[in-house]
């Protein structure tokens, strides 16, 4: 999967194969590099000597490097954080700091209100104003719950209130550890600034890394970001285009907050650092901004705010060194929480510190019925807006039950020598089921998402949608933290019991994954779509269940739950034993990790 994990610039050495004492350097290039990895193709720069003296023909051993960038921001992280008050770290006893306040006079809600029957509810305007008030140093603010209960927005209301403020001046850098969580951020205050009538432009920057591409820009975003249309390239912005009059506002993934002290922004110049996904990134990418532009190396205790948004029951950092799974796979949201300042004391958290959201917007009551239950103690609440567009359409299987299980029995393959898996059967069902919800239903392109865990599924889906959906997005489960769509189709791709061990060895696919299942399954806010092979989703605690509860809905079609049929290998044959695909999937060591499958981790691909 994405292996090798190329981005723009990285160092490749190439040995010709008459002279393999020989090496050289070449460069990964620019154009189009994420699409042509995705085919198996990688175009590189090399000095002119090469070129040169290459003879057509001549084959060449090809050896990637490791780009240390994204370490070496984590490294700095820590070396700062003792920039840091203590307590920002480790709270234990935090201390009043009155007249902190980021914004002047009263706060009055900003966000929804041009939405009619939406505004922002009573735990989210508690969490705002504690955040702007700033009454307590040396703690970070923790915003956590459930999945839709509008923890993004009322970030959105926070920056809002400190953007619009023009006496204050206070100034917010907002991360997220996903390129995709971030622009979903930028794209909600974009929208929020414009109906608050003020030029968007001129408040927020969205920095992308130097190493994205024009085609990984969100569209709505260029505008507002650091591309450079001349050059046809991201720049690396000075500290007058990021800390001016006009810029309050500054989005990027963690890592390139982590850059900023290299982009010349010193401590001090911002008042607030909010993450948000804070549970998706491991501690030091976490701090990575906090430590960049927060405290001073004077140590003193007015350093500014450090807010963390997130979910512990979604999607953790991803760790694959097995020495480092024990100290990097908490996120320090999911540590902090764990502190007794963050507890609930007498029945009540301490609201100057953490607040816990419970009202769900986002989904259709009986799509948020199951996570809920199974993740959430049946705490989370149906709120806001029914959700029922599509509860009438024609296309559900039973009346009013917005949520389809199609069981297949298709057939796992892969193509030629890649490790990435794929199902034409899926792929197939996946289009037909775009084009009912397009067609007959009256659903935009844009506002269908479709999740599955293998990159090639990724990619021949977006194969099969063609232009006419080109703005379906596909991805894996990792792109849609944070996100939501009215429509979303899971594509679980696995149809054959014997390759689950490989996946629950090497932490792949949707099996065995409850942190997958929940972001999956949560994302849909007015139709579910889940096509997979009952056979081997029963095997799973959650996907099981969840298929049962549609099932007893009514709302379960295709092949049946009874069907008895031997697996099929990539080839058609039959398989019966899991020696059989261990051969197939190759280089098993001899604690059973398959390189191949080891390289198949979707959520390996680096996030600049
Ligand atoms: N007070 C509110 N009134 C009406 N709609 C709301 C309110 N708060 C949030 N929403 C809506 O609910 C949906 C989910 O909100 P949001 O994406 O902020 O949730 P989240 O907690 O960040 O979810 P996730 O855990 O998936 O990131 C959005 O469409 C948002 O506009
Ligand atoms: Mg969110």
Known sequence: ENRPSVVIGDKVLLSPRAHPERTFVAYADRKDLRQDAARGNLKIKVSAKIRDAAVKGARFDVRFT???ASLEIARQAVLHSNELPLGLLFPSRPTDNPRQELV?????????????GNEINGLQREAVEAILKNDVKDAPFILYGPPG?????????VILQLVLDARKMSRVLACAPSNTAADVLACRLKRELRFSHHHDSQKMIRIYSTTREYGEMHKDLKECSNWDGKKEMFFVPKRDQIVNKDIRVVICTCFVGGQLRDFGVKKGDFDLVIVDEAGQATEPDCLAPAAAVLGDSEGRQNCGRLVLCGDPKQLGPMVLSREAQDTLSKSMLERILEMRAYKKH?????????VRLLDCYR??????????RMFYENELRAEGPPHDRLQNWNGLKARGL?????GVRGKDMREGNSPSWFNNHEVEVVRDYVKQVTAGAGIRPQSIGIITPYRKQVHKIQKALGREFQDVSVGPVEDFQGQEKLVIIISTVRSNRHFLAFDRAHRLGFIDNPKRFNVAVTRAMA???VIGNPRVLSGDLHWGALMHQIQEGGGYVGMSLKEQSPDVGADGENRDTFEDYAEEMG???EVGISNRAQQEAPNMQRDF
């Open 104 to 116: 002047s006079g009263k706060i009055r809600p900003i966000n929804f209100t041009h939405q009619k």
């Open 66 to 68: 490791i780009n240390r």
């Open 402 to 406: 917005p949520i389809i299980f199609e």
């Open 587 to 589: 280089d098993v060591d």
């Open 149 to 157: 209960t509008g923890k993004t927005e009322t970030v959105v209301e």
């Open 346 to 354: 007498r029945g009540k958290y301490n609201s100057k510190l953490v």
């Open 527 to 529: 139709l579910l779509i």
């Open 363 to 372: 989904m259709h009551k009986d799509i948020l019925k199951l996570p809920s």
